[in-house]
């Protein structure tokens, strides 16, 4: 089993920043791939990020290109969501997720692992 706990959401003004985290446990970190996701009020889950077991490949969302940047330490077993330029649109509750089989990175369906979730607000 892994577990997985987000931390840094908040509350923040639009243009401000906020920087998410993901601490895993339970398997090697460095044989999962990891992955962003975004649920807003009333609306399915969206894909926001995802990068590779190596961090050599990352995958973005067209709404957050440019703005967001996903990294990982796999010597600390964390996984980051950098977020720069927020808009009221990025308010949503914000998951970590995992997978340590196939990976399609931009599939929530294929994602085996999930965290609790971490709200951020961005106010206009």
């Known amino acids: 089993q892994v577990q997985l706990v987000e931390s840094g959401g908040g509350l923040v003004q639009a243009g401000g920043s906020l920087r998410l985290s993901c601490a895993a446990s339970?398997?090697?970190?460095?044989?999962?791939?990891m992955a962003w996701f975004r649920q807003a009020p009333g609306k399915e889950r969206e894909f926001v990020a995802a990068?590779?077991?190596?961090?050599?490949?990352?995958y973005y969302a067209d709404s957050v290109k440019g703005r967001f940047t996903i990294s990982r330490d796999n010597a600390k077993n964390t996984m980051s969501l950098q977020m720069n330029s927020l808009e009221p649109e990025d308010t949503a509750v914000y998951y970590c997720?995992?997978?340590?089989?196939?990976?399609?990175?931009?599939?929530?369906?294929?994602?085996?692992?999930w965290g609790q979730g971490t709200q951020v607000t961005v106010s206009s």
């Open positions: 990068i590779s077991r190596s961090g050599s490949s990352t």
């Open positions: 339970g398997r090697a970190f460095s044989s999962l791939d």
């Open positions: 997720a995992a997978e340590g089989r196939n990976w399609y990175p931009t599939n929530r369906w294929k994602y085996d692992y």
